[in-house]
């Protein structure tokens, strides 16, 4: 582009200086010459008429019987012309060429020094692998695109480091909850049916197994069910949650007065539009949670309205900074001991892929006084409402 632009103003230069160069040549020559009136110019023959080459009869040999005045003028003026646009033209030529080799190495240097950010960036995309995510570009330049785009580029790095921490424990969480009732299920058939068991022991083994393929079977369900959220939305519908909520809290109503649980509800209309099913399973989860890690005696109160579904339960303290990590997979407060009916601890984590899925938040707050948990479902305005097409 900086040689083409030399050119073009070389070319430009060379047009404007040769449309005014004879004239002014002619205009200089006659007001330098001594001697009666010259012919006036409009009688003097044109420079392509009277063109002549650079090396042309100089002045001193023309003889004053073959040629008028205007004539010498006229040829004096049209050599002066050639030669001169003869030297501007080698001139322009030699410089253009030194512009040009000139510009060459400029843009070469420029064009390394801008470039250099990418190939940084490129180079540590390459090397970037499952096992050194925690590298950065940390590009140290001035403001700027570029700078812009390194740095853009090292949060979405760092959003993948911590999705991919959070698979890598999810699978190895999930591996370990799968592996333990199986590990329960073979020490229960090997030393509960050793020798000759009498009918009450196969009884009693028996019911054991039952129950850890129960556990496993609703671990599995979890599984496929979060997964089945973190996908997305298959299918949308109308939606009354209110509805739901009613659904879900007279059904649990027998659950909480087992444990000693007072459970109430408050119902505003909220019309979501969604997954049916899976609106379903995140007010299930939520209610079921705050009946199952509540205390003798404590209480939960859900309440639908136009801003979502929000659940409160009584139970134990809940430090503020776990709170967090409880919409984690395989996350509880307190370490699984595997007793009967404990849970996997995918209740939470449930809720929250189903929240994201339909585009809406899953907050929770430790409670200041009674211990328990505030759990929040905020849905955007546009999710409660159907699409148009």
């Known amino acids: 582009m900086l040689v083409l632009a030399g050119a073009l103003l070389t070319g430009l230069v060379y047009f404007l200086v040769r ?12 007001t330098a010459v001594p001697g009666r009136k010259l012919s006036p ?10 063109a002549s ?19 010498a003028v006229t040829k004096i003026s049209d050599v002066a012309e050639q030669a001169a646009l003869s030297r501007l033209l080698t001139v322009s030529v030699i410089v253009l060429f030194v512009y040009a080799a000139l510009s060459i190495l400029l843009a070469w240097w420029m064009a390394g020094r801008v470039l250099h950010p990418v190939a940084v960036i490129t180079g540590t995309a390459r090397r970037l692998s499952g096992e050194n995510l925690h590298e950065r570009i940390a590009l140290d330049a001035p403001p700027g695109e570029l700078k812009q785009l390194a740095d853009t580029f090292d949060e979405m790095l760092g959003r993948i480091e911590q999705l991919v921490s959070a698979q890598q424990r999810f699978a190895a969480n999930a591996a370990h909850e799968l592996r333990t009732p ?3 299920q ?14 009450r022991q196969v009884a009693r083994i028996r019911t054991k197994l039952i129950s850890v393929a129960d556990d496993s079977e609703h671990l599995i369900e979890g599984l496929l069910l979060l997964a089945t959220s973190e996908r997305g939305l298959e299918r949308r519908e109308t939606v009354a949650l209110d509805v739901i909520a009613d659904a879900v809290t007279e059904g649990l109503v027998g659950q909480a007065a087992e444990r000693d649980v007072t459970l109430s509800l408050h119902a505003e209309p909220l019309t979501v539009y969604g997954d049916g099913v899976l609106l ?38 809940v430090p503020p900074d776990t709170v967090p990590h409880l919409f984690e997979p395989f996350r509880r407060l307190r370490e699984r001991t595997h007793a009967r009916g404990e849970g996997a601890g995918l209740g939470l984590s449930i809720v929250e892929a189903i ?23 905020r849905f955007p305005t546009g999710s409660q409402e159907p699409q148009r097409r």
């Open 19 to 30: 449309q005014g160069l004879y004239s002014s040549i002619s205009t200089a020559v006659t």
């Open 41 to 50: 110019p409009w009688v003097m023959p044109t420079p392509a008429a009277s």
């Open 53 to 71: 080459p650079v090396g042309a009869t100089p002045l001193e040999n023309f003889s004053a019987d073959d040629v008028t005045q205007g004539l």
């Open 182 to 184: 199986l590990a329960v």
């Open 186 to 199: 073979r020490a229960a058939a090997e030393i509960g049916l050793a020798g000759e068991p009498d009918a």
């Open 280 to 317: 379903d399973r995140l007010v299930h989860n939520l209610v079921a949670n705050a009946v199952h890690y509540n205390v003798k005696g404590g209480r939960v109160e859900v309440r639908t309205g136009p801003e979502g579904i929000e659940v409160t339960n009584t139970g134990p303290a």
């Open 355 to 377: 929240a994201r899925a339909h585009g809406a938040q899953a907050t929770a707050e430790a409670n200041a006084r009674g211990g328990g948990l505030t759990v929040r479902v």
